[in-house]
């Protein structure tokens, strides 16, 4: 009877404790295990950073106390997992502490169950079976918790932000008064705005409950202050432990500051090096936008007439010059990326122009909208913010040799890029198994392979470790001493600095606001 | 865009009616204009229909937004009626094989009355009907299984969500030099593509919430319901005023003689 008992709004947090012995776990189909003999103990309260390479097994480790382990797979699969030794919360299985551990992922658009603000964080104490008047208690509290106690319970959850949404989630989850709350990579998908809402918010809620905390995240910087321990796992063997580094955040980042930075792990303080740029890229006009206003939507009809969408944002003169780059910043919703899709071809403009000069579009006309899909990506190659968006075939190769097939041209550059984004080993793996480093680079390749004179990327550098980081840095740099030119949308300060080049900034309009 | 879960601030009466009392007085309607062809029945419950618009917040601007399709089925089932029924009566209009008699364009407009008639009470029911307070009522209520009734409701969400991402797929698409302009076989092969692309996200958004509704308890045996399902005194009138509507309609056409039973 955990629930019950525990029913009243007023009952307090009980820190959970978490106990692995010889704990290990194979995903179903794969031959080496996630995790491989982890020993590790929590003490209630303690909040703990887990870092790590990618495939060391952190988020594996953060589902399995969630409880939601073994089902299913990342790609819905059921499947014939494995597991061994234990891993406990308060000396039981998490599966049978249902409510004990809350866990928060990335993605913020799969963080919201329901469709209105107070019955999504009701979600999960319904689930555990509170009375009803204790729930509704919870509910004030938890978002007062969070900081959205401001929207009313109705409020529809379409209508937040990223950083709200996550907020919402920790809010759902304090509802359900764990003692451990697990967060895996939950900033990842968000701005840096967004990034310290969500990290304060957890911070307060943590002073508040003492509850226990395990979070995953690569960006140290911003978790280091909040936590008291890091525990660096690697990739399991049957010769190393899984544990690679345990103990207080100063000195595990003393000890290990060059290892953790060669390892990918954004450590406080460390920007990764990158090639400097060898011209200053004053080149010839390629592409000019003239008072654009941009949206997203489609012209509506209505009694026969055509009604243009209101804009997210309008006004906007700018121009992109061969070899150099541009980028563009922004609070969030300003309408960078939509501009930035317009200035590529691939959104209508709503008003306003762009106009490509005759170096760029060589016989295809002036307005980059109506150009062929082959005449475009010959062009103006686009860098979607999510890689799995452009995968178009099976394998690595034919998605490499897609563009020059199409285009009717040599594959001379694919094995060029191959080598130079360290794909060549992956030439036959599945796009869609890739990590999210390899498939950041394999798409940054495909439309390369185009050979595009304009390069428009969306948030290239979003949850990317250090390594891609300064990979993806070092050869735009190339790309644009090249004659390239490069349009990146970000919030990244050190990845425009490391490009160089002009800001576009972007202010919110009215139609933002209201 | 991206279509809200919610009434978006419809503040009418029928909002505050339990669900499936609402769904109880369509039904009725329903099956009582099902039963019959003539348009005395199908006028007379389209009449009630309307009159009933202000009381769910529904405007004829809002119905044509939202029911269109079922308005132009309607009127395309009732012209076609008109024009190949059998003719009966004097002969109002004659093209070759198409020709309309006062008794066939008496059937069309049955017909097409009566598509109207059945197809409003759903658009009624939906525009003051909140999705989240079906499913409770569907669960608590109608005694429903809560993981099914709230696991379509949870999806439902992600439909909006899909809606943009098809958008955003097919220009990252474009962007590849997969065109989606082009002859019609080079079209319909890129929007295969493109459902496809559409198909994984769409695993992998469901798989994710699945993990994240799991994560808080769902599935397991018994859970409470914050949102108590209740009947007032307002489903009372509504099923009264759904009955009533039906025989009106029942009434009318047998008083005006027109009533002819489907099955009869």
């Known amino acids: 009877m955990p629930a019950a008992s525990d029913g009243g709004a007023s009952s307090p947090t009980r820190p959970a404790a978490v106990t692995a012995r010889g704990w290990g776990w194979r995903h179903a189909g794969r031959s080496r295990p996630a995790v491989h003999a982890l020993d590790l103990d929590i003490r209630p309260g303690e909040r703990v950073l887990l870092l790590g390479p990618s495939g060391a097994g952190k988020s594996t480790l953060l589902h399995a106390l969630a409880g939601v382990l073994g089902d299913v797979n990342d790609d819905g699969e059921a499947g014939d997992s494995d597991e061994s030794g234990s891993l406990l919360i308060d000396g039981g299985a998490p599966r049978e502490r249902r409510g004990r551990a809350g866990l928060m992922q990335q993605d913020p658009e799969t963080q919201v169950v329901l469709s209105r603000l107070g019955d999504d964080v009701a979600f999960g104490a319904e689930n555990l079976a509170v009375p009803r008047d204790a729930i509704w208690a919870r509910v004030h509290e938890a978002l007062d918790d969070v900081g959205l106690s401001h929207l009313p319970l109705d409020h529809p959850t379409s209508a937040l932000s990223g950083g709200q949404k996550q907020r919402l989630a920790l809010a759902g989850i304090l509802a359900m008064r764990p003692g451990l709350i697990l967060l895996d990579e939950p900033t990842a998908n968000l701005d840096p705005a967004g990034v310290l809402e969500v990290r304060d918010a957890v911070g307060r809620c943590l002073d508040k409950t003492g509850a226990t905390l395990v979070v995953v995240e690569h960006r140290v910087s911003v978790w280091k202050d909040l936590v008291d321990r890091i525990v660096v796992l690697q990739p399991g063997s049957a010769s190393d432990p899984a544990v690679l580094l345990d103990g207080p955040p100063d000195r595990v980042l003393a000890e290990a500051r060059d290892m953790l930075a060669a390892a990918g792990v954004w450590v406080p303080g460390f920007v990764p090096a990158t090639r400097n740029r060898a011209s200053d890229g004053s080149g010839d006009l390629l592409l000019a936008a003239e008072e654009l206003a941009v949206s997203r939507e489609r012209p509506r009809r209505r009694r026969f007439k055509s009604i243009p969408p209101v804009p997210v944002q309008h006004g906007i003169s700018a121009q992109v010059r061969a070899g150099q780059a541009l980028t563009i910043t922004g609070p969030n919703g300003a309408g960078k990326s939509t501009f930035a899709l317009t200035l590529a071809g691939l959104l209508a403009p709503v008003g306003g122009s762009v106009s490509a000069t005759v170096d760029l579009s060589q016989g295809a006309g002036i307005d980059p909208y109506t150009w062929k899909a082959d005449q475009l990506i010959a062009r103006i190659g686009t860098v979607f913010q999510e890689p799995e968006h452009q995968f178009v075939t099976g394998n690595v190769l034919d998605e490499l040799m897609f563009g020059p097939r199409h285009l009717g041209r040599g594959e001379e550059r694919v094995d060029e890029l191959l080598e130079r984004l360290r794909l060549t080993e992956l030439v036959d793996a599945n796009p869609y198994t890739l990590s999210g480093g390899e498939k950041r680079r394999l798409s940054v390749a495909t439309v390369l392979a185009a050979h595009p004179q304009v390069l428009v990327l969306d948030e290239p550098t979003f949850g990317q470790d250090a390594n891609t980081w300064a990979e993806l840095a070092s050869f735009l740099s190339e790309l644009l001493d090249d004659g390239t030119a490069v349009v990146s949308v970000t919030h990244d300060v050190e990845f425009s600095a490391a490009l160089g080049g002009t800001e576009l900034r972007l202010g919110t309009t009215e139609a933002v606001a209201s | ?264």
């Open chain 2, 1 to 264: 865009m991206r279509q809200e879960l919610t009434l978006r601030g419809n503040q009418a009466l029928l909002t505050r009616a339990n669900p499936l009392s609402k769904f109880a007085a369509v039904v009725f309607m329903t099956v009582v204009l099902a039963l019959s062809i003539d348009w005395v029945s199908a006028s007379v419950a389209l009449a009630c229909e309307l009159l009933l618009f202000p009381l769910a917040g529904l405007t004829l601007t809002l119905l044509w937004q939202r029911g269109w399709p079922l308005i132009l089925a309607a009127a395309v089932g009732g012209w076609s009626t008109s024009i190949l029924a059998p003719d009966s009566g004097r002969i109002l209009l004659d093209v070759g094989i198409w020709s309309m008699s006062e008794g066939s364009l008496e059937l069309g407009m049955g017909f097409m009355l009566r598509g109207l008639a059945i197809a409003l009470p759903a658009v009624l029911l939906m525009s003051c009907t909140d999705p989240t307070d079906l499913a409770d009522a569907l669960a608590q209520k109608a005694r429903l299984s809560h993981r099914f009734v709230l696991g379509t409701l949870a999806a439902m969400r992600l439909v909006g969500l899909m809606a943009e991402e098809w958008q955003t797929i097919g220009m990252a698409r474009r962007a590849r030099g997969v065109g989606s302009r082009g002859t019609p076989l080079q079209r319909v092969k890129a929007t295969l593509g493109q459902s496809f692309g559409l198909l994984v996200q769409a695993i992998r958004r469901a798989s994710r919430l699945a993990v994240t509704m799991e994560a808080r308890g769902f599935g397991g045996g018994d859970r409470t319901w914050a949102r108590e399902s209740t009947y007032s005194r307002l489903d009372v009138w509504v099923l009264a005023g759904g009955s009533l509507m039906a025989m009106a309609a029942v009434g009318a056409a047998v008083f005006a003689g027109t009533w002819s039973f489907v099955g009869g």
